[in-house]
């Protein structure tokens, strides 16, 4: 079983929609979260981090973490078709430390 | 351009075949990593290196597989009589570890293997 679990989607919702993305992980030693975008044929892009559990708020994008679940979320408020991508959940134990990835999920935001 | 860079974009090789990638950093970072991504994963570890040090290799990173940083500057991961399991994009990152909370791993375009 993998670390780090995550639907591969494809989720595809209508321009507007909000987006919902999540992750599951197994490893009690992750403290930092974080999630990426990562455009075909791109590198990933970081969009957010959350530090151990909690909410985190960033224009149309919010994450939260629920440590006790080990359980981490994605909102994407009024989804626009340049949100079209694929979103990577990534954890680490230390700020420094390598990174393990969700599988990705690909996003497609309709007009 | 001031972001992580990654030459070559593409490489198409035969099996059996040696090749080498290079990543340059963003300039003063200390930190570089090195991922591979397959077709409908995520990136996964493989190396990092602490300027010209090499501190940590997963065991996905096999006898054939070499990184080095010389100088703690620009890094290059060779891959030695490759086989069609290699096929992947090959992505470098870089961060500037600090005493803050957080040091973000920026990722370069990646090299995209093709092993016929």
């Known amino acids: 079983q993998k670390e780090v679990e995550q639907d591969p989607g494809p989720l595809s919702v209508p321009e507007g929609a909000i987006v919902s993305l999540n992750c599951t992980y197994s490893n009690s030693a992750f403290q930092y979260f974080m999630w990426y975008r990562q455009y075909s044929r791109k590198g990933p892009e970081l969009l957010m981090y959350?530090?151990?559990?909690g909410n985190k708020e960033d224009g149309r994008f919010t994450a939260q973490v629920d440590k006790s679940s080990k359980y981490i979320s994605l909102f994407i408020r009024d989804s626009q078709p340049s949100d079209s991508a694929t979103y990577l959940c990534a954890m680490s134990a230390f700020s420094w430390g390598k990174l393990q990835f969700g599988a990705g999920t690909q996003v497609v935001v309709t007009p | 351009d001031t972001g992580v860079s990654q030459d070559p974009r593409h490489k198409i090789t035969k099996r059996g075949q040696n090749v080498t990638f290079r990543c340059d950093p963003i300039?003063?970072?200390?930190?570089l990593y090195w991922y591979r991504q397959t077709l409908g994963q995520g990136p996964e570890f493989l190396t990092y290196?602490?300027?010209?040090?090499?501190?940590?290799k997963s065991r996905l990173l096999s006898d054939r597989f070499s990184a080095e940083r010389p100088k703690g500057s620009f890094s290059t991961l060779e891959i030695q009589r490759t086989e069609q399991g290699d096929s992947a994009m090959y992505l470098c990152?870089?961060?500037?570890?600090?005493?803050?909370?957080?040091?973000?791993?920026?990722f370069g375009p990646g090299t995209r293997l093709t092993v016929l």
């Open positions: 300039s003063e970072h200390n930190r």
């Open positions: 990152a870089s961060s500037l570890v600090t005493a803050s909370s957080y040091n973000e791993q920026f």
């Open positions: 959350t530090y151990s559990s």
């Open positions: 290196f602490q300027n010209e040090a090499q501190l940590e």
